[in-house]
């Protein structure tokens, strides 16, 4: 099977790079990106081939469009008129529906809506996946097989994906965001840069495995941190203090809400 990736930036690269650590051969992999120095660079770092779109379209069994939201009409345009009826187009882009791919390329086009992120680079994507309209249940498994070699796969209404893409889809930044507001902490009481992210960064990783492993609910795995007339609730004091359950969940909303104003500017 052929996977061409229609804009090979961050996403695209992560999901290019993230395949190949699969296992996925360099010869069974394409890209199309509009910076002739950006091509240049993934094919000297990965060995994959950067190609036309109209190349993409005629090789390529599955066509994952990985551009962003805001360039969407003229890669709509031109593969309007270059896919055949075997293409299976796969969207990454935030906020826009499967609706608007039905719409825009020629009638019958299998689309699949998939919000992934970016651990997808290092196999630990979560991808959220939704069938448009014309996509079979045998095209759902092989985009469901094709992401789940690089990290783990729901298949979900496509009515959630706008949810998903502020939960999953942005909630790396979230995490990175804090994590480097903690290194910022470690800074503050004196404690050498290299030093406190090495901490950190670590702190992370355990919790994350925990999170992931333990099966323990996350209150409980914060509780067996928090001791009696300890010192984390003195933190928790002060995070509830500032509001940041709250401004985590509204963070989440409004990030909610931007994915559904992209998809409305594509309306018609
Ligand atoms: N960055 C992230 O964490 C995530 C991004 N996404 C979605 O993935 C898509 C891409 O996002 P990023 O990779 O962050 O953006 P990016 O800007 O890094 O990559 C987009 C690439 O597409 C290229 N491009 C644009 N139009 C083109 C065309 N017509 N032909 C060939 N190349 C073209 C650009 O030059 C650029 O390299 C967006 O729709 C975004 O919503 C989804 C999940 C996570
Ligand atoms: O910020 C964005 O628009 C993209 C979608 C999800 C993560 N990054």
Do not use: W
Not at 80 to 107: H, K, Q, W
Not at 131 to 141: F, N, P
Request: net charge negative.
């Amino acid at each position: 099977m052929t996977v061409a990736v229609l804009g090979a930036g961050k996403i695209g690269e992560a999901l290019l790079s993230g395949l190949l650590d699969a296992g996925y051969d360099a010869g069974d992999l394409l890209f199309t990106e509009r910076h002739p120095e950006r091509a240049a660079e993934l094919t000297e770092r990965y060995g994959v081939k950067g190609v036309e779109v109209a190349e993409a379209a005629e090789r390529a069994d599955v066509l994952v469009v990985a551009v962003k939201p805001q360039d969407i009409e003229p890669l709509l345009d031109e593969l309007a008129g270059l896919i055949g009826p075997d293409s299976l187009v796969v969207s990454m882009c935030a906020g826009l529906p499967t609706s608007l791919f039905e719409r825009r390329l020629p009638a019958g086009t299998p689309v699949i809506r998939v919000m992934p992120n970016t651990p997808m680079l290092v196999g630990a994507a979560m991808s959220a996946v939704s069938a448009g309209k014309h996509a079979t249940d045998e095209q759902l498994q092989t985009v469901e097989r094709l992401l789940s070699s690089v990290g783990k796969v729901v298949v979900l209404p496509e009515s959630q994906q706008d949810a998903v893409t502020a939960l999953s889809g942005s909630g790396p930044a979230y995490f990175f965001y804090l994590v480097e507001a903690m290194i910022d902490a470690g800074i503050l009481l004196g404690v050498p840069r290299a030093v406190a992210q090495q901490l950190i960064v670590q702190a992370a990783v355990g919790a994350g495995k925990m999170l992931e492993e333990g099966g323990e609910h996350p209150v409980m795995l914060r509780e067996n941190v928090t001791s009696p007339g300890g010192t984390t609730i003195n933190g928790i004091r002060e995070l509830e203090k500032h509001g940041v359950r709250a401004a985590l969940l509204d963070a989440i909303e409004s990030a909610r809400d931007r994915s559904v104003e992209l998809g409305k500017a594509h309306e018609e």
